[in-house]
C-alpha cells in the first residue's frame, strides 16, 4: 500500500501525460500486494513502446541546449534517443544559472521513488532478504551521496551535468549537501526518471537492473546491498544480459 500511494504520487508531481504509465504501474502493485504476489515485474505493466512515445514540447530556446548533452545520454544508454530538451532537464542541476530553462528536479523526485519501488519489489521476491530490515537497506542503498559516488561515475555523468559548485566558507552550500557527489546522485536519480517519463516502466525497469543494481552491491561496505544478497543479485542482473544488457526488448 505504502509502495503503490508513493508511486502515484511521484506521477502527480511530474505533471505530465507520460506519467500515466506510473500510475498504472501502481495500481498493478497494489493489486498484486492484495493477493499476495510480491514477485510483480514492472516490466508487465502496460506502457507504450519506447520507440512511440511522444517527446514533450520543444521550448523555444531548445536551439540554446548544447548537443553533447543528449549525445553522451544517447551513448551511454544506447539505444535510447534523448530529446536535447529531454536531456537538459536530466542534466541541469538547480543551480546552474540555465536552469531557467528546466532542471532536474522532478526527474529526481521521480527517479527516487521509482527506484526505491524496484529495489524493495527485488527484495521481497527473495527468500533470503526476509530477515532483514527492507526500508533500511533501501535507505543506505540508495541514498543520494553513495549513488553519486558509486553509479555516477559508471555513467560519466561528472563529465557533462550542469551546476555550480558552491563558494569556499559559504554556509549555506558548503558541505555534503550541496557537494559532487549530491549533485551526482541527484543526476543519478534525474536519469532514471527521465528514462521512466520518455521511454516508460519497461526500459526504467531493464536501466534498474542492468546499469543500477550491479553497482550498488559494494561487497564488505555498509552502504551496498548485504553481502549475502549479492549472489541473488548478479543472478538478476545476468537474466537482464548483464550489465550492459539491452535496455529494449527485441
Known amino acids: 500500500m505504502l509502495l503503490a500511494s508513493r508511486l502515484i504520487r511521484a506521477s502527480r508531481v511530474l505533471g505530465h501525460s507520460h506519467s500515466r504509465a506510473l500510475a498504472s504501474t501502481a495500481y498493478a502493485s497494489k493489486s498484486a500486494f492484495f493477493h499476495g504476489d510480491t514477485r ?4 508487465k505493466a502496460a506502457h507504450a513502446p519506447a520507440e512511440r512515445r511522444a517527446t514533450p514540447p520543444t521550448p523555444a530556446n531548445a536551439a540554446a541546449v548544447p548537443e553533447h548533452l543528449s549525445q553522451h545520454l544517447d551513448k551511454t544508454f544506447a539505444p535510447l534517443k534523448f530529446p536535447p530538451a529531454v536531456a537538459q532537464r536530466i542534466l541541469t542541476h538547480l543551480s546552474h544559472r540555465e536552469s531557467v530553462i528546466g532542471h532536474n528536479s522532478r526527474f529526481a523526485f521521480l527517479g527516487r521513488r521509482t527506484l526505491e519501488a524496484y529495489l524493495l519489489l527485488f527484495l521481497q521476491a527473495l527468500p533470503a532478504a526476509a530477515g532483514h530490515d527492507h526500508a533500511r537497506i533501501v535507505a543506505h542503498v540508495l541514498n543520494t551521496h553513495t549513488l553519486g559516488q558509486h553509479v555516477a561515475p559508471r555513467w560519466k555523468l561528472q563529465e557533462v551535468m ?19 557527489h549530491k549533485v551526482a546522485g541527484t543526476t543519478v536519480e534525474a536519469v532514471v526518471g527521465g528514462v521512466l517519463h520518455q521511454f516508460g516502466g519497461s526500459v526504467a525497469h531493464r536501466l534498474f537492473h542492468t546499469r543500477v543494481l550491479p553497482h550498488i552491491l559494494l561487497p564488505g561496505s555498509p552502504l551496498g546491498l548485504p553481502d ?11 537474466r537482464y544480459g548483464g550489465p550492459e544488457g539491452p535496455l529494449l526488448r527485441s
Request: overall charge negative; charged content about 25%; hydrophobic content about 50%.
Open 162 to 180: 550542469r551546476w555550480v559548485p558552491p563558494r569556499a566558507g559559504d554556509i549555506v552550500l558548503d558541505g555534503r549537501e550541496a557537494g559532487v
Open 228 to 238: 549475502v544478497l549479492h549472489a541473488d543479485a548478479l543472478s538478476a542482473v545476468e
Open 40 to 43: 510483480l515485474n514492472f516490466s
